[in-house]
């Protein structure tokens, strides 16, 4: 296997920088301080993903996206993060509808930055859709195989 260490040492700065600017926009957002203190990146199989999510509940959102960059991107939280930031973003919503829009607004912000950021970098435009709330247990919460905005285009 042939690795670019150049391109990976960049992809990892872009993912820490990604993450910095998520945490400070959901900080800002939801009032909750939040610090990021380690970016791990692991390059998985799509399978192996989901089986490291194990069994657990999952919310969250998902895009479609196309451009110089083309796909699909998931932010997935479990049960207690998504209940902690979204009392915190609307306090008093024990769940329901508006629990689910907190949802996609925190995934839109923070999903929207690491988009835009790869679109800064590649010095092009990427169009995404907008967020689609997700939940399920495990391996279901991930997008499907399918990649309907780039095949649109």
């Known amino acids: 296997m042939n690795v670019d260490i150049q391109s990976l040492g960049t992809f990892n700065q872009l993912a820490h920088e990604g993450a910095e600017q998520a945490t400070a926009s959901m900080s800002q957002m939801t009032g909750i301080d939040a610090d990021v203190d380690v970016t791990q990146i692991t390059l998985m199989d799509r399978g192996d993903v989901g089986e490291a999510l194990d069994e657990q509940a999952f919310v969250g959102v998902e895009f479609d996206f196309a451009g ?10 479990d049960e207690a993060c998504s209940e902690t930031l979204t009392n915190a973003l609307l306090p008093g919503d024990a769940g ?3 629990a689910k829009s907190g949802v996609e607004e ?3 912000i923070m999903m929207s930055g690491f988009i835009d950021g790869w679109a800064d970098y590649l ?3 990427i169009e995404h859709s907008p ?4 939940e ?8 499907t195989a399918g990649d309907t905005m780039a095949d649109e285009k």
Do not use: C, D, R, W
């Open 96 to 98: 329901g509808e508006m």
């Open 68 to 77: 110089e960059l083309s796909g699909q991107t998931a932010l997935v939280l």
């Open 136 to 143: 399920g247990i495990g391996k279901e919460i991930l997008p």
């Open 123 to 125: 010095e092009t435009t």
């Open 131 to 134: 967020p689609t709330y997700v």
């Open 106 to 108: 925190i995934g839109n």
